[in-house]
C-alpha cells in the first residue's frame, strides 16, 4: 500500500509516519508540567489558543530525554490533541508500505508502534503508529492485544 509520510528522527532512528495521522507539525514553546503524571508526559503546552499535552517520545520509548526537544508532531487520539517531541523533522514523501519480516528483531516499545517497513533510497525506514505512544492509546492496545 503506497501512501504519503512524514520523516522524522525519534530517538536517534529515522522513521516514517503515515501523514494521515499528522494534523500538524510545530515548535513547541513553554511545557509547564503536571504533577503525578507519568513520565511520558512532559507537560502541557498552548498551542494556537488551546492547551495540548506534550508526550516525551524518547521516554515512552525507553530512551533518556533531551531536554532540547521543542519539535512536535500533533496528533488527535480519542477527541484530545497530543503534541508528540521528536528529535527533528526531515521530508514529505510518497512510500510503499512493506511488512516486516519475521526475522527482525525489535525492542518491546518499537516493536508496539512498528507498522511496516518503507524503503528510501535502498535504506529501510520503520514505518510507525505515532499515536500509539500516547499513554491512553498504548493502554487500550495492550488489553485489545
Known amino acids: 500500500m503506497s501512501g504519503l509520510y512524514l520523516v522524522a528522527q525519534l530517538a536517534g532512528r529515522t522513521v516514517a509516519i503515515d501523514s494521515g495521522q499528522v494534523e500538524s507539525v510545530v515548535d513547541i514553546g513553554e511545557v509547564t508540567a503536571v504533577p503525578r503524571t507519568s513520565a511520558v508526559v512532559r507537560g502541557l503546552a498552548a ?7 506534550v508526550i516525551d517520545t524518547r521516554v515512552a520509548l525507553g530512551v533518556p530525554a533531551q531536554d532540547a526537544a521543542h519539535r512536535a508532531v500533533i496528533v488527535h487520539v480519542d477527541g484530545h490533541h497530543y503534541a508528540l517531541l521528536v528529535d527533528a523533522l526531515e521530508d514529505v514523501a510518497p512510500f510503499a508500505l512493506q511488512p ?38 498504548a493502554a487500550a492496545a495492550a488489553v485489545a492485544a
Open 47 to 53: 498551542l494556537r489558543s488551546r492547551v495540548v499535552t
Open 100 to 137: 516486516l519480516a519475521n526475522g527482525i528483531a525489535l525492542d518491546p516499545a518499537w516493536a508496539s508502534i512498528a507498522r511496516g517497513l518503507v524503503e528510501r533510497d535502498g535504506e529501510p525506514m520503520l514505518a510507525i503508529d505515532l499515536a500509539a505512544l500516547v499513554p491512553a492509546a
